[in-house]
């Protein structure tokens, strides 16, 4: 038996049952990917944190927890 896409939803446009798709692949040109890299980094894109990396670590990360008795995946 062939695989079958386990999240596929009919209702959703870009779900198939053998996987997902772009529905709007018309609007994608082969080399727009490379053309929206280039031009990010020519605009020096992303920016770096307005308060410096050293507060954005500080204010969005958290310790990872490995504490626990029960059966654990890590």
Not at 57 to 73: K, M
């Amino acid at each position: 038996m062939a695989w079958q896409n386990p999240w596929y939803d009919a209702s959703l446009a870009h779900h198939t049952p053998h996987g997902f798709r772009n529905p709007e692949e018309e609007l994608r040109q082969p080399g727009d990917l490379q053309r929206w890299r280039r031009e990010r980094k020519q605009q020096n894109l992303p920016l770096p944190p307005q308060s410096g990396y050293t507060a954005f670590t500080a204010s969005w990360c958290q310790q990872a927890d490995l504490s626990g008795e029960d059966d654990r995946v890590w």
